[in-house]
């Protein structure tokens, strides 16, 4: 089975991409094609942190970056590697171009095709629905992922775009005074991880919430050693049983969604090379 890297990095989701390579793997057999996915790279310090990642991986590098010196950055750097690296739609891009006079617009647009992996979708947005905080536990070994952290650690809001790109996810808030079933210790298909938070943010992003259902700002919710309890408990949990962690205090939900997605694959791949 001949083994590549495939580097898909867009300044956008990058679902079109995705499906770009998915589409064309798909023409080839017996190819272990190990995708490492890069959305929302918008920075050349971004994309700096990337190359790095791609020269310890080297492979075909797919494209689509409406930023032309961020462009020409990533081309320069692929060359320099020697790397093979394709603007996924240029060429579509050209030919209309060419035949409607009009140059292409800063976004691409995209269009969902009702195809199997859009039905997979469908599936996973309604397993996640019916599995938010905490619900359904009796189900988890079904999930692709389940996320865990303290409450406003942005575990909704990741679950649902996990669940947008075809993960089945489910989540689960922790409190120190009502520990999660016991069934989350022993799950053996779904990538469990750990969401975090700095305390300060935490307090921040909590207090907003208060205010916005006309509560008072200042309960045990928001109390600075209730917070600092609160997350010592979520983090001893995490490392007890070897969890990755991923911190919420800077990334956004598309930051977070990628990292989680890069955790998925490496198991992937891990469990695929033990066998």
């Not at 320099?80 to 035949?99: C, E, R």
Request: proline share 5%; charged share 25%.
């Amino acid at each position: 089975m001949a083994r590549i890297h495939l580097h898909l990095l867009s300044d956008s989701t990058g679902e079109t991409l995705e499906n770009i390579a998915k589409a064309s793997i798909g023409l080839f057999e017996n190819v272990d094609a190990i995708r490492h996915f890069w959305p929302m790279v918008r920075s050349e310090v971004h994309l700096d942190r990337i190359m790095e990642e791609i020269s310890a991986n080297p492979g075909l590098v797919l494209f689509t970056l409406t930023n032309h010196p961020l462009r020409k950055r990533l081309e320069t750097r692929c060359r320099a590697l020697g790397l093979p690296h394709v603007a996924a739609l240029d060429s579509v891009a050209d030919a209309l171009s060419n035949i409607l006079g009009q140059e292409t617009r800063t976004r691409p647009g995209r269009k969902h095709v009702l195809d199997e992996a859009y039905f997979a979708r469908i599936e996973a947005i309604q397993f996640t629905i019916a599995h938010d905080d905490g619900v359904g536990h009796e189900n988890w070994e079904e999930a692709d992922i389940v996320l865990a952290g303290v409450s406003r650690a942005s575990k909704t809001p990741t679950s649902i775009y996990l669940a947008n790109r075809g993960y089945k996810t489910a989540n689960i808030p922790l409190v120190p005074e009502s520990p999660p079933p016991r069934s989350l210790y022993s799950l053996k298909h779904p990538l469990v991880v750990g969401l975090t938070v700095g305390p300060e943010r935490l307090i921040q992003i909590r207090r907003n919430r208060l205010l916005s259902l006309n509560q008072t700002p200042e309960t045990a919710y928001v109390d600075n050693d209730k917070v600092q309890e609160e997350l010592s408990f979520a983090r001893r949990m995490f490392a007890d049983n070897g969890w990755p962690v991923i911190d919420m205090t800077r990334r956004s939900i598309e930051e977070a969604a990628a990292a989680i997605i890069n955790l998925f694959n490496d198991r992937e791949l891990a469990e695929g090379d033990a066998l």
